[in-house]
């Protein structure tokens, strides 16, 4: 069987095979025809050395069975035990021998089923190890020919697998694989170059949207209609600090009776919620003063301070009772009267802007490039990607590892043109 092994894997000079590359797909099913009835030549001897093997234990386990002990006067119990074994031992041998089942259509099958036989032989080595010891001791001459049965399919087993593993036609259908997933993946590529055109296309389309939509924008912001709307924004934000200082103005002259008009409000009666309102928020406290009775508020805090009533040190007092003079009602009319006036021309500009539709429409154009950018940048990505997938895809290199194959796995020289 050796010589078998190695006649089938003896190295002969042959001559340079070139192939081309359009040609290959039909080489390699020509070649994979031509390798698997060659191995089918050596696998059918090695499954007919099995088959033997297998007829033989038969006999064999026969002999076993029917074989008398040498020394008939042993114990009992002994005997019992040994014929335990011998059941057991028989039973399970034959039943391996029984169920080695070697027909196959293909390659690939009878090479699944070597593992599948290798693992029984396995298992039954660990099953039958005992049985097989006990056994030894009472039936050695019987039972070594069996044991060189199973011996002898292991090893059949083995040269069948290393048969099959290191063949040409395990390289051949390797091989294949590899063409028909190279094939695979220049069709792939083909359809990512046919994609990255479109891709390509729908960028310029989204690049030119965006670039007519920004010219669009810097026409709006130099129109006349712009610039008026400029300088109304101008006017709005010139009048909210017109406000804003008024506003303040009231906050400021209010801050140095801020002491005063709490402890004041402590004793006032029905005026408690007016001056908590002056002193939370000045300037709306005085607008929803009508009456305005803060002056008699304040008036009426002059001369609690006079009587020494709000318990607070001379300093404050005097601080106190100086500003209220500057603070009579026509101080808080002319106060009041610059705030609404302000507050009037705010809306008026307000109103203007509101008629101005220049800012609605570079909003409106503002938010149209806001999505273009990003229609931009995600047709940018996804041509990215496709790019990278076809840089990915090299045929020549795939060419170069199919030869590669070629050069590892036959002792022709074929070259791949």
Do not use: W
């Amino acid at each position: 069987m050796l010589k078998l092994i190695k006649k089938f894997f003896a190295k002969e000079e042959k001559e340079e095979i070139k192939v081309n590359f359009s040609d290959l797909d039909k080489f390699l099913k020509e070649k994979e025809k031509e390798l698997d009835n060659k191995i089918r030549e050596s696998i059918n001897e090695l499954l007919f050395s099995i088959k033997k093997e297998a007829s033989g234990s038969k006999s064999n386990l026969d002999k076993l069975e029917q074989a008398e002990l040498q020394n008939p006067n042993i114990p009992p119990r002994a005997k019992t035990i040994m014929q335990g074994n011998r059941d057991a031992f028989t039973k399970k041998t034959s039943d391996f021998f029984s169920n080695l089942n070697l027909e196959y259509e293909h390659i690939d099958e009878i090479r699944k089923k070597c593992d599948g036989i290798k693992k029984n032989i396995d298992n039954l080595a660990s099953s039958t190890q005992r049985s097989y010891t006990i056994l030894n001791e009472f039936f050695a001459r019987e039972i070594s020919p069996i044991s060189e049965n199973i011996r002898k399919v292991s090893n059949y087993i083995k040269d069948l697998q290393n048969l099959i593993d290191h063949s040409s036609l395990s390289g051949t259908k390797k091989i294949k694989s590899s063409y028909e997933e190279m094939q695979r993946k220049i069709k792939q590529k083909s359809n990512f170059v046919q994609e990255e055109k479109e891709k390509t296309k729908e960028l310029i389309k989204g690049k030119e949207k965006l670039g007519k939509l920004n010219k669009e924008l810097t026409g709006k912001k130099e129109s006349a209609e712009y610039s008026s709307y400029e300088k109304v924004m101008e006017e709005k934000e010139k009048k909210i600090e017109e406000l804003r200082d008024v506003e303040n103005s009231l906050i400021n002259d209010l801050s140095p009776l801020g002491k005063a008009m709490k402890k004041y409000s402590r004793i006032a009666f029905g005026n408690e919620k007016i001056i908590e309102n002056y002193l939370n928020s000045p300037m709306n406290a005085l607008l929803k003063d009508e009456l305005m009775e803060i002056v008699k508020i304040l008036g009426n805090i002059e001369h609690s301070i006079k009587e020494n009533k709000l318990d607070m040190d001379q300093k404050k007092n005097e601080k106190a009772l100086s500003k209220i003079k500057d603070l009579d009602s026509i101080y808080f009319n002319s106060i009041r009267e610059k705030y609404k006036k302000n507050e009037k021309n705010l809306e008026e500009i307000k109103e203007k802007l509101n008629n101005n539709k220049i800012k609605e429409e570079i909003d409106s154009l503002n938010e149209e490039i806001s999505k273009a950018n990003s229609d931009v940048h995600k047709k940018e990505e996804s041509l990215n990607t496709v790019k990278n997938e076809i840089n990915k895809i090299n045929p020549d290199e795939m060419k170069i590892k199919i030869q590669e194959m070629f050069d590892k796995n036959f002792d022709e020289k074929i070259i791949i043109s």
